[in-house]
């Protein structure tokens, strides 16, 4: 299908809002927006807010937020999921937060640290396992740097004091021991998580050194919100070091504690996940004078955008070495897209993932000549909303907090030819035909970060769209007989 009117677009919404009742249909319309070109785009869609009861909703929880993105990532620290094992065991190394070192004795990021509640844990209180587990895990991977407690739902259910726990702890071992207050039923999404993760970052490490008489060099910077996803991290690292600045911290992807202990003696911070981490950021600015900016490195456009941006924040040396960067790896860029354009021009993309994505891989698909006709976020808010629209060409559709009925029937209306979501909507899709690219972990591939990782993903992109396999299944659309919206 080729690109919609504001006026088609709006006209699908209101098609598939019509089979809820009436007070839903209300309360989805809110959430749903086809772009135009005089919209204010935080008035147009509401987001950050409770999702309908019974719909299957895409979201994650307070956890997954500061367990599963901004804590867990941190290689040095233990992080125990303090509650059933099934959290701990469903978050442990599932987005492939890649990193060096031993695992086990250095590392840990990979290893499910687990109280693992039963009844008489909920009865009795789990305080006093806590402690227990707080110990052995200091005799048994005594190298560890610090230790985060990760309280999952029924720790806030029962009242577990787990703040009192962590202070007794901190003084007993001499490191830190953080509570983090992540339990899965507080907030709307896992965005609170990521909220309350950063402010245990802020209470807890930001100021571990002050005064230590460490002086920043004027060319070092630090990289927050990256998650280090198939080596994204260090793809971008290479770019800013070769452009002559030094990277004195990164995190919470391959990140240790010293290097979020030292972030406050940066010159300039690059944020990359605004949404889980621009708190934080936030914060250092008001607290230690610290300037920040987000960029974006998916795709030779916009890379080559950030690096210009980043450099004006130095000097002409910095800003003359950033653009013989460009240039170097501009032929590179030119060869990607000489071989793969050819085969995506005109292909038609619908987006639908958490954090950055949703707005900030747009421009490498523009890149390869394909185009985003949808485009959404599981727990944006208004503020990402914002930062999207300018991405958007008149009649994208817009859909926050999507549900899995709403998807489906956006999609078999737009007909798009890859759809790029998470773990819970891939094998949907797949079931119905349509090429799946899972955009939270790149498919167990990446990285696609930096121009070394475009070429990868412009590689996957190829390989899942032009793949054999399609032939052999039918998309509902095409299939014969009533039409599968029409039968709902």
């Known amino acids: 299908m080729s690109s919609m009117t504001q006026d088609e677009a709006q006209a699908l919404i209101e098609e598939v809002l019509e089979v809820y009742p009436e007070a839903t249909r209300e309360e989805r319309a809110k959430h749903l927006a086809a772009v135009g070109a005089d919209q204010q785009p935080s008035k147009c869609v509401t987001s950050n807010r409770k999702s309908v009861p019974g719909v299957m909703t895409q979201r994650g929880c307070a956890y997954a937020g500061s367990k599963g993105v901004v804590w867990g990532p941190i290689k040095d620290m233990v992080h125990i999921s303090h509650g059933p094992v099934g959290c701990g065991q469903l978050s442990r190394a599932g987005r492939r937060n890649y990193y060096t070192g031993h695992t086990g004795v250095d590392t840990f990021g990979t290893i499910n640290f687990t109280s693992d509640f039963q009844e008489r844990d909920i009865v009795f209180g789990g305080d006093p396992k806590l402690e227990k587990i707080i110990d052995e895990v200091e005799m048994l991977f005594p190298l560890n740097k610090g230790i985060t407690v990760q309280s999952e739902c029924p720790v806030g259910l029962i009242g577990d004091d787990i703040d009192s726990v962590g202070r007794q702890a901190t003084e007993r071992l001499g490191k830190p021991v953080i509570p983090v207050r992540c339990e899965g039923f507080r907030g709307v999404s896992q965005s609170l998580g990521h909220h309350i993760a950063n402010d245990t970052i802020r209470d807890h490490v930001l100021e571990n050194r002050d005064g230590d008489g460490h002086q920043a060099g004027p060319y070092d910077v630090a990289i927050v919100g990256d998650y280090n996803i198939g080596g994204d991290c260090w793809a971008s690292r290479i770019l800013l070091e070769e452009m002559g600045l030094n990277v004195v911290a990164q995190w919470s992807g391959d990140g240790t ?63 003359a070495n950033a653009e013989a960067v460009i240039a170097k790896y501009q032929p590179m860029m030119d060869a990607v897209i000489a071989k793969y354009r050819p085969r995506l021009e005109g292909k038609k993309v619908m987006l639908y993932v958490g954090g950055l994505r ?63 979501a998470g773990i819970k909507e891939k094998y949907v899709f797949q079931k119905m035909g349509l090429p799946f690219r899972q955009m939270h972990s790149w498919d167990y591939s990446g990285p696609y970060h930096g121009y070394d990782g475009f070429a990868i993903f412009a590689r996957d992109m190829d390989m899942t769209l032009n793949n054999p396999v399609w032939d052999r299944m039918t998309p509902p659309w095409k299939a014969t007989g009533e039409p599968a919206s029409k039968a709902a």
């Not at 300037?291 to 040396?317: C, H, K, V, Y």
């Open 358 to 420: 949703s707005r900030h891989v747009i421009g490498a698909y523009e890149d390869l000549g394909m185009e985003v006709l949808g485009t959404g976020y599981e727990f944006a808010h208004d503020d990402d909303y914002d930062r999207t629209y300018p991405e958007l060409k008149e009649g994208t559709l817009v859909y926050d907090d999507a549900n899995a009925f709403e998807l489906e029937r956006f999609i078999e209306r737009v007909q798009p030819d890859l759809v790029a």
């Open 257 to 319: 504690l010293a290097e979020m202990e030292n972030t406050p003696k940066v010159q300039l911070n690059l944020l990359h996940c605004y949404r889980s981490m621009n708190y934080i950021c936030e914060h250092m600015e008001k607290t230690h004078g610290i300037p920040w900016m987000e960029f974006n490195f998916f795709g030779p456009m916009r890379i080559a955008q950030s690096l210009r941006e980043i450099a004006a924040r130095f000097d002409e040396t910095i800003q």
